[in-house]
């Protein structure tokens, strides 16, 4: 498919999928109902082996999306990024993750470049906002907390912006779709990271859309404080490298962003990846101000990770 295909659509629609067919047509369905009225749909399938690469190849043919051709398995985030780097060459207005299981709210574009249209032009900026976190069959289980607090620091060690949820103006899709990542956590904890160091990130309390949770989660949310304790110490002491992927990500930024990065972020960075081999800075790191997470025990929990190494 060559880029002017989607030229003409004033938001994108980056679509990811995976053997997502029990859920999908439902999805897609939400997206037809946007209120929005310029919207291309843009899909990637990441090999699936079910119907998926079926009900995409009929809604391409009745005109209601564009699939981009290929479709080797690249796992998440390498998936999302084929997307995002193609729609960087296209003149797109905005662009829009969204997860293939969800169900979008009819205003939810709308409400998303409703906020972004207040930034000037030539800024970078990214939506995010909470999501209602229901189960198979949409029913209501709770709803993700806003962050206290927004920035740089937190960006580090921390992600607040739920990929599905994240809407990314022009300027922003070309910075960071120029300059994508070998290694990251995540597509959208990356997208957080750069925005929060080169552009504006908006936060919307209100939710809009269904998260929704089963078994076939590829990536999913803790819904409970036990889960989530459970999936900290997983990630953070179990016997693979995931503990580390915060400094390796941190690494890959300051690979890519070098001489750009602003003065007072480039000192947190440095002390961020210095703390990995000397004690001291560690010590100072541990007991610094210059990087937070949202809640506070997990604020604890940082300071420890910080302490052994374990970042």
Known sequence: MSSEVIDRGN??????????????????????????????????????TDST????????????????????????????????????????????????DDVWHPEKISH??????????????????????????LK???YTVPPRKIGFGNALVENIATGCTIVLNSVALHLIGKNLPNKSVNHDWW????????????????AMLKYRQHKGNTIGLATNA???????????????????????QALCFRDIYKDRIPVSDQQVLDNFIAAKTAWYSRLQLAFSNEIWRQKWIDNMLLRLLILFKRY
């Open 11 to 48: 938001v994108t629609i980056l679509l990811s999928t995976y053997n997502g067919s029990k859920f999908l047509r439902q999805q897609l369905n939400s997206l037809f109902q946007q209120t929005y009225p310029n919207i291309q749909i843009l899909v990637r399938d990441d090999g699936s």
């Open 191 to 206: 997208c957080y990271l750069v925005m929060s160091c080169f552009g504006e990130v908006i936060y919307d309390s209100t």
């Open 112 to 137: 998303a470049v409703s906020a972004l249209a207040h930034v000037a032009v030539d800024h970078p900026a990214m939506y995010c906002s909470r999501v209602e976190i229901v189960n198979s069959y």
């Open 53 to 100: 690469q079926v009900i995409l190849e009929e809604e391409q043919t009745n005109g209601r999306i564009k699939i981009l051709e290929d479709h080797g398995n690249l796992g998440v985030a390498p998936s999302f990024f084929a997307l995002l780097k193609f729609a960087a060459t296209t003149k797109t207005e905005y662009v829009a993750f969204c997860d293939q």
């Open 226 to 248: 036990l889960n989530q304790f459970i999936k900290r110490c997983h990630r953070f002491f179990g016997g693979n490298e995931d503990h580390l992927r915060m400094s390796r």
């Open 140 to 142: 209501h289980i709770g």
